[in-house]
Structure formats: C-alpha cells, structure tokens
C-alpha cells in the first residue's frame, strides 16, 4: 500500500506555450479511493498518465510513500493500470492474460496460479480462465481486465475511465463490484471518469477539474452541499442547479428578478450587505424545488413561470419552467398536477440557496465550509 503525493505538478506541452496540468497538489491517504473527474480536456486523464509515468513531469514531484518517483520507469513505480479498451491479448487465454506480467517478473509457476486463482475467485470468473476474449461479454472483459490488474499486487491502482464501454446497467453492476473490490482489496485507486455520477458513487475524495486546475477536492458530500465555484455547483449534481442572476436590495436580504423574489439565510446577512443594488448569482438545485400552496399567501421565496417541458421519470417528474429570461428545472413528484402551458409556482427553503460572485464565480461566504477552503484550489 502506499500515500500518493503529488506537489506542485505541471504538464505542459508545445515548449510552454501549452498547460495541460497546472499546480496539482494532492495527498491521499493510504488505501483511499481517489476520483478525477471533469469535462474533457481538463487534464484528468494526463495526471492519471504522469502518476503512471507514461508522461514526463514538466515539473513538481510525485512521491509513493517515501520514494520520489519522477525518474522511474512506468514498470518500476509498482503500479498497475486498467484501461477504457480493456487491453488484453486477443490470442490468449484468460488466464495466460493474467498470468502475462507474473511470467514476465519470473514468478514461480505455484505462486502464478495462486495468484490468477485468488483473483479469479474475488472476481467470480473462475468458470472464464480458458476462455479467449472474444467469447466474452464487455463486463466479463472488464472482470478479466482488472483481474489481471489484481494479481500483480501493486501498491497503486490506476483506472482510466474502464467503464465507458458498457451499457448503463452493467456500468451501475461494475462500479458495485469495483467498490467492493477496493474495500476487499485496500490498494490506494486512481479513478479517472468524465461521469460526475460515477464520481459522487464511488469516490472517497473527488478532485475536480477544468483547463487543468482543480477547482474542488472534497467528498462528495461536501462537493454536493458546499461548491467553491460557480463551476463545480454546475457540474455536481443530477440534473444540474438552476441559476438566476439576481440583485441583491437595500436591506441586503432579499434577492429579485423577473419572475422571482428570494429570501438569503442569515449566514449569508453579512456579505449580502456588500452586495446592495449588485447583482449575484443564486443557485438552486432541482430537487431543493417544490410547488408552492394552492392560495393566496405569498411564499418567502417564489419563482413564477410558464411550463415548458414535462419529463415523466417514474417516481418523479422533471418539469422545466420558464422564468422571466431563465429556465429552470424541478425534481417534483411524478403525481403533481401540471400540464404544459400551466403557470407553476415554485418555492424552496432559503437554506438551499447557494450564493456567487457574479464575476469571479467563487461562492460566497456563509455556505462554504473553512475544510472545503482548505482542501481546494482554485483556477
């Protein structure tokens, strides 16, 4: 097992003029499950590589345990990767796959089978070790990929987005089973994946990117409940938070536009104050959404709009709502009574209100944990 340790990692190309990674720094804990995780493009899969060391740091220092490992060959850091197109040997066996990289350390035949057994049976593929890829399933060449993975005991996993390939099911079945892999297994994880859900369902800590800066490491909790930036409260969560340019008035605790008129929580009082005649942006989840009472009162937050687009989902039902020049969405139950064209009133709790800066994006202060500060970098 091992601590992973990457100080002030930079990858650029084209002689400088290109940064792929930018001041990457982060410390696991050993055994820990690590995700990378943003839209492509933003570097995940180059740090992954540079962990790996198929690419060469431009400058920094990566450590596993007490070994500074920038100079190592990929075949000396005790690492062992599974790949998006499973890699395996198409004119060998299953276990001849996994008994490849054993053969080549010139581990002892009784030791190789030990090996391939223990790891076929925490896989559940024994019943596949004489079989060639070609007369496998896509999750049984994923089982089998890892499989191989398993028996050279690394003290590093590194997985590059090996899921991507599969149909929606087997991925939910995949990413259970590699969970509890790594929970049987204890081997310090690399994930890396475009997919915030696979993300937030997997990850102990969560590293978000974008242009090759992290923006956020947290757990996914705290990635959900307390965004740094305008970026990661985008970008975490399913379906995605609504956004309103909002002005802030002179008492500095109600927020307005067209359609809509919200009341901040006290947490946010003071820097609200700042802000008088100012616009921010408010954000608000889907699922923080509800319709407001059949009367007359009037809710402390309303969002007043014409219906656009119902999505029936089973248990509930996404309604995306036009307010003034916005559109919003709303997790609501799949038995309330709207048709399209219906003006919808809608409401949420003042503390499911998330505040930012409408030009740096940063989320303002009274939702944003000191820890969350502490653990995240900004681009």
């Not at 190309?13 to 410390?27: P, R």
């Not at 050993?30 to 570097?43: A, K, Q, T, W, Y």
């Not at 975490?236 to 536009?257: C, E, H, R, W, Y």
Request: aromatic share 6%.
């Amino acid at each position: 097992m091992a601590i992973v340790e990457l100080k002030d990692i930079c990858k650029q190309y084209d002689g400088g003029e290109t940064n792929a990674v930018d001041n990457f720094n982060l410390k696991t804990v050993d055994g820990e499950f690590v995700v990378l995780v943003g839209p492509s493009g933003c570097g995940k899969t180059t740090t992954m590589r540079m962990i790996a060391g198929l690419e060469e740091i431009t400058s920094g220092e990566l450590w596993f345990g007490d070994r500074n490992v920038d100079g190592m060959t990929a075949k000396d850091r005790d690492i062992a990767m599974v790949f998006q197109s499973y890699a395996l040997y198409p004119h060998m066996t299953v276990r001849e796959n996994m008994a490849f990289s054993l053969k080549l350390k010139k581990m002892p035949k009784n030791d190789i089978e030990r090996a391939i057994n223990d790891a076929a049976g925490i896989l559940g593929i024994e019943n596949l070790l004489d079989r060639k890829p070609k007369a496998l399933s896509g999750g049984q060449r994923q089982r089998v990929a890892l499989g191989r993975a398993i028996v050279r005991q690394p003290q590093v996993f590194l997985m590059d987005e090996p899921l991507s390939n599969l149909d929606a099911k087997l991925r939910v079945d995949m990413r259970s089973e590699i969970i509890k892999l790594h929970r049987k297994l204890g081997v310090t994880t690399f994930y890396v994946t475009h997919d915030q859900i696979e993300a937030m369902t997997m990850g102990q800590r969560i590293v978000v990117m974008r242009d090759g800066y992290i923006q956020q490491i947290d757990t996914p909790n705290a990635l959900y409940e307390y965004p740094t930036n305008l970026f990661v409260a985008g970008f975490i969560g399913t379906p995605s938070m609504n956004f309103l340019d909002a002005k802030v008035g002179d008492s500095g605790s109600q927020l307005a536009g067209d359609g809509f008129s919200l009341a901040a929580n006290d947490g946010h009082a003071a820097t609200l104050a700042n802000y008088r005649e100012s616009k921010v942006w408010a954000g608000i989840r889907p699922e923080h959404l509800e319709l407001a009472p059949h009367d007359d009162s009037q809710p402390t937050n309303c969002l007043a709009g014409t219906v656009e687009v119902i999505e029936p989902l089973g248990s509930v039902m996404m309604v995306q709502v036009n307010v003034g020049e916005h559109t919003i969405t709303a997790q609501l139950d799949s038995h309330t009574e709207l048709a399209m064209g219906d003006t919808a009133r809608l409401t949420c709790a003042s503390d499911k209100l998330h505040l930012f800066d409408i030009d740096t994006e940063q989320a303002l202060t009274g939702q944003t944990r000191s820890a969350t500060r502490s653990e995240s970098a900004s681009a």
